[in-house]
């Protein structure tokens, strides 16, 4: 398997909960993000790790917390979520983390917290 | 702070016509410069970007973009849409006295109609 992906793909939770996204690449890079994609928003990047160090935490609430176990993989554990939560959350990464490098997208887990 | 504005959050063209999907910026230096595609279920894929040199640069699936310092502008052009080109398209910049951190615009919905 190639490229960048996240299982799973859909995911519905209640409010006191626990659940873990997962993300992988097969790429080889040493960067990798967490975005939350928002109907009629900008994405928002919530936090960027380089190898497997967290270098970006964009004041994202505890009820996120991120796992970089190693360069391929990264981990977003969800707990006691809110409604406005629900989202669609890209996992990306990059060759590093500069700002000329491309970011090579996964498909997203859909997200929806009742 | 830097922002990215997508004028248009819908264009409607018809297929075989040309398209044009705006992209301004605000941001104080030679910014780096994205346009992304996303399909529906799908992750973002990159088009083209924009460093430096040549302000006109060529992308993949016939799109190219024109970097305009004067106006902030980084408008992405197609000569001649085709059904499959129907998808939402970022424009995202980024800068390096702002690290390493993409942002993103809203987003334009291309709807192509036969």
């Known amino acids: 398997e190639t490229g960048v992906t996240q299982t799973p793909r859909h995911l519905v939770m209640g409010m006191t909960n626990k659940k873990s996204l997962k993300c992988e690449q097969h790429?080889?890079?040493?960067?990798m993000y967490w975005y939350k994609q928002s109907a009629k928003k900008p994405l928002e990047l919530m936090f960027v790790?380089?190898?497997?160090?967290?270098?970006e935490n964009n004041s994202v609430p505890s009820r996120f917390s991120p796992e970089c176990p190693n360069s391929s993989h990264l981990f977003l554990h969800l707990h006691t979520l809110q409604p406005e939560d629900s989202a669609l959350y890209l996992c990306?990464?990059?060759?590093?983390?500069?700002?000329?490098?491309?970011?090579?997208f996964g498909p997203g887990t859909r997200l929806t917290v009742l | 702070a830097q922002s990215v504005t997508q004028p248009d959050i819908h264009i409607t063209v018809s297929e075989g016509a040309s398209l044009e999907l705006r992209c301004n910026y605000s941001?104080?230096?030679?910014?780096?410069l994205f346009w992304y595609v996303q399909s529906p279920g799908q992750g973002l894929q990159l088009l083209l970007k924009?460093?430096?040199?040549?302000?006109l640069v060529q992308g993949i699936k016939g799109f190219e973009a024109e970097f305009k310092r004067s106006q902030s502008s980084f408008n992405l052009r197609k000569p001649s849409v085709h059904w499959s080109d129907a998808a939402e398209y970022f424009c995202?910049?980024?800068?390096?006295?702002?690290?390493?951190?993409?942002?993103f615009g809203a987003g334009t919905i291309l709807r192509v109609k036969s």
């Open positions: 790790y380089s190898l497997e160090e967290r270098v």
């Open positions: 990306a990464s990059s060759p590093q983390f500069v700002g000329t490098d491309t970011q090579y």
């Open positions: 790429l080889g890079h040493n960067a």
């Open positions: 941001y104080g230096a030679t910014p780096y």
């Open positions: 995202a910049v980024g800068a390096p006295e702002y690290g390493n951190k993409l942002v």
């Open positions: 924009y460093f430096s040199g040549d302000t």
